[in-house]
Each structure stands twice: as C-alpha cells, then as structure tokens.
C-alpha cells in the first residue's frame, strides 16, 4: 500500500513557475509514477509520468516543453516543475502510483493507477 502526499500548490501569474512535489510512502519503491490533473466542470486528464529509474517520461502535448518531470528516490519525492505558467494550467493536481515499473503510453491514463493523492491546488490568474 502506498501513500501520496502532494504540495507546492498555489497562485501564479500567467507565465510564471510552480514546483509541486508528491511524497511517496509505504511498501514499495518500485512504482511508475504520474501526474494529473483536473479543471472545474471537466474531466481529469493525465500530464506526465515517470518511470521507477527517472529514465523515461512522458507527457501530455498541452505541457510539454514547459513542465518537467523528476523524481528524487533517495528522498521518495517525484516532482512537477511547471514554467511559462497558462490559465488553462489551473486545476487540482494529483500524483498517482501504478503497479509496475514503467510508465505506460504516451499520456498517464487513470484506470491504470490504483494509488492517489488527496491533490492540491494550482491556480494561474493575474
């Protein structure tokens, strides 16, 4: 069983920068991890994913270029770090775990991650 502990949300102005972390705790270290997210009144929609080693990612075509995904194991924290901040970044943002190594397609897909976060909120306005 694992636990996910997001922070690091909050208010930006359009173009600026946001780091979120999510805390991983629990039996094991051997899980992909992703993030997403989910505006008001839409669906939510997967941003990126990173594999157990940190050596493969993905992400979703609106972020890529601007987000970047990291993961620190030593510390068990993967990390968001989002530039050139848009208004349509805003939403509440969940890590996730999947059970296996990898990261599975282009874009994180919600079915196949079992373990949550509580979220946490990012808001781009000026």
């Known amino acids: 069983q694992l636990q996910l502990v997001e922070s690091g949300g909050g208010l930006a102005q359009p173009g600026g920068s946001l780091t979120l972390s999510c805390a991983v705790s629990g039996f094991s270290w051997s899980s992909a991890i992703a993030w997403f997210r989910q505006a008001a009144g839409k669906e939510r929609e997967g941003v990126s994913c990173i594999n157990t080693s940190g050596g493969a990612t993905t992400y979703a075509d609106s972020v890529k270029g601007r987000f970047t995904i990291s993961r620190d194991n030593a510390k068990n924290t993967v990390y968001l770090q989002m530039n050139v901040l848009k208004s349509e970044d805003t939403g509440a943002y969940y890590c996730?775990?999947?059970?296996?190594?990898?990261?599975?397609?282009?874009?994180?897909?919600?079915?196949?991650?079992?373990?949550w976060g509580q979220g946490t909120q990012v808001t781009v306005s000026s």
């Open positions: 996730a775990a999947r059970p296996g190594p990898a990261c599975s397609g282009s874009v994180p897909r919600s079915p196949e991650y079992i373990w």
